[in-house]
C-alpha cells in the first residue's frame, strides 16, 4: 500500500512542474563501466526525493542495457536523434525507434551537435517534430558562446535559438518541451555560471515562452540549467526560483557525485 502511494506520488511527476535532473554521459565509458554506474545508482534509487525526477543518457548503443533502470525514479533518454523516421540514413536513430523501445525523452540541439556537426536551428527544429511524433519529449539545448555574452548579445542569442526552434508549435506540443540553458563558456570547463546569471537568464527564457505561448505554458514549462554543475554547486543553482534542475554531463559519471545533486535538488 505505502508503494502504491509512493508509486502515484511520483507518477504525479508527469504533469506538474517539480525538479528535474538528467545525467548526459556523451560518448563516455565502456560497457562495463556504464552498467556500474548504473547498477550504483538503481541501487539508491530510494534516494531519489520526492518531486525530483531523473533522467539518464547513455551512449544510445547501451539504452537497452541500462533498460533495468527503474521507472518512476530514473527515466532514459537518448542525446539525439534524426528528423527522419526512417530510411537510408547510415549510422542514424530515429525517434519512432525510441519510442519503440519506450525511451520518453531525447536531448536535441546540445552545443556539441552544433559544433561539430553543424547543426542548425532549421535542423533541431524539425528533430523536435519528429520526437514530438513519436511521443518522445524532447530536452531543446540552448545557449551563447563567451563572445556573445562578453558583447551582450547572450539574450538575443539564445531568444533566437528558442524561436527557430520552438515558436512553429503549438501550445500542447511546447508544453512537452523541457529547455535547458547551457552557455557554452560553462559546459566541461568548470567555469559555472553564477546563480544570479542563471537565474537571470532562465526568467527571460521563461517570459520569452510566456510572450509566445501564454502564461499557462510558461507557468509550467521545464528550464534546466546546464554547464559545470557538481555537487558543491548544484543546490544553490536549483533554488533559483526560474531553475527547475539541471542537465549534467561530467559530474553525472560517478554515481555519487551524480547522486549528491539530485539530492540537492529536493532542498
Ligand atoms: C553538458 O554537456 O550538457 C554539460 C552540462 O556538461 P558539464 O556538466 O560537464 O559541463
Sequence with gaps: MG????YLRRKLLNTMRHKIVA???KMNKTLEEAMEIAIALQERKEDVPHGVKVIIAPPALYLANIEMMEEPFFYLSAQNCSHHDFGAFTGEISAAMLDGMNIPFCILGHSERRQYFHETDELIASKIDACLRHNVQPIFCCGEVLEERKDKKHF???LHQIEKALFHLTADQMEKVIVA???????GTGVTASNDEAQEMHAFIR???GDHF??????QIHILYGGSVNPANSEALFACPDVDGGLVGGASLKANDFMTIIKSAAH
Excluded: L, Q
Excluded at 3 to 6: A, G, H, L, V, W
Design 3 to 6: 508503494f502504491e502511494i509512493d
Design 23 to 25: 545525467g548526459n554521459w
Design 156 to 158: 538575443i542569442t539564445v
Design 181 to 187: 540553458y547551457e552557455p557554452v563558456w560553462a559546459i
Design 207 to 209: 517570459k520569452s515562452i
Design 214 to 219: 501564454g502564461k499557462e505554458v510558461s507557468d
